[in-house]
T-cell receptor, first 115, second 110 residues
Framework: DTGVSQNPRHKITKRGQNVTFRCDPI?????LYWYRQTLGQGPEFLTY????????KSRLLSDRFSAERPKGSFSTLEIQRTEQGDSAMYLC?????????????FGEGSRLTVL | GDSVTQMEGPVTLSEEAFLTINCTYT??????LFWYVQYPGEGLQLLLK?????DKGSNKGFEATYRKETTSFHLEKGSVQVSDSAVYFC?????????FGKGNQVVVIP
């Protein structure tokens, strides 16, 4: 399978703990996005990378959130000191060139439950 | 900022019924418009797109026409099947990202 891969698929944690999600984009896709989706809502943009450079972060991305893409391949999204409001599905998407005009390839998501 | 509004609520239909899901947008300029679909247990995937006014996107029997005058991109299908049961998201591409509507769950009953 050469699609976008996200791990873990589901994470349950206690409030105050740190969690990290990993995204492996489609090979050679140079743009990578993170979105967050809560129940009954559409995906909300968090941040995106062009190769290893993080080009934009949403105001939704508080100081407790950090994303990296160190070698321009896989990316990690870390949430420190989790809060119950962080419970959501975290989606990763990639595209082959720039934003590919909006044609993004999404992973199946990582669901976070904060108790 | 750019935004997309979808009609409220889930949609429940009988097989072979006609489906319409309304979508309107607010944007500066003329963004590309999309419908993405999320089948149960799967990731979001592109269903169809239109890049300029009056363009019609189509795929799998679904169609949507980019209407600049009404800022709309309504999704239609003439005869739905049980396999069309999914969540459908309207989206626009601008400022290097997709902006999504809230989505509509479609349930097709045999």
């Amino acid at each position: 399978d050469t699609g976008v891969s996200q791990n873990p698929r589901h994470k349950i944690t206690k409030r105050g703990q740190n969690v990290t999600f990993r995204c492996d984009p489609i090979s050679e896709h140079n743009r990578l996005y993170w979105y967050r989706q809560t129940l009954g809502q559409g995906p909300e943009f968090l941040t995106y990378f062009q190769n290893e450079a993080q080009l934009e972060k949403s105001r939704l991305l508080s100081d407790r959130f950090s994303a990296e893409r160190p070698k321009g391949s896989f990316s990690t999204l870390e949430i420190q000191r989790t809060e119950q409001g962080d419970s959501a599905m975290y989606l990763c998407a990639s595209s082959p060139s720039g934003g590919n005009g909006g044609e993004l390839f999404f992973g199946e998501g990582s669901r976070l439950t904060v108790l | 900022g750019d935004s997309v509004t979808q009609m409220e609520g889930p949609v429940t239909l009988s097989e072979e019924a006609f489906l319409t899901i309304n979508c309107t947008y607010t944007a500066t300029g003329y963004p590309s418009l999309f419908w993405y679909v999320q089948y149960p247990g799967e990731g979001l995937q592109l269903l169809l797109k239109a890049t300029k006014a009056d363009d019609k996107g189509s795929n799998k029997g679904f169609e949507a026409t980019y209407r600049k005058e009404t800022t709309s991109f309504h999704l239609e299908k003439g005869s739905v099947q049980v396999s069309d049961s999914a969540v459908y998201f309207c989206a626009l591409y601008g400022n290097n990202r997709l902006a999504f509507g809230k989505g509509n769950q479609v349930v097709v009953i045999p």
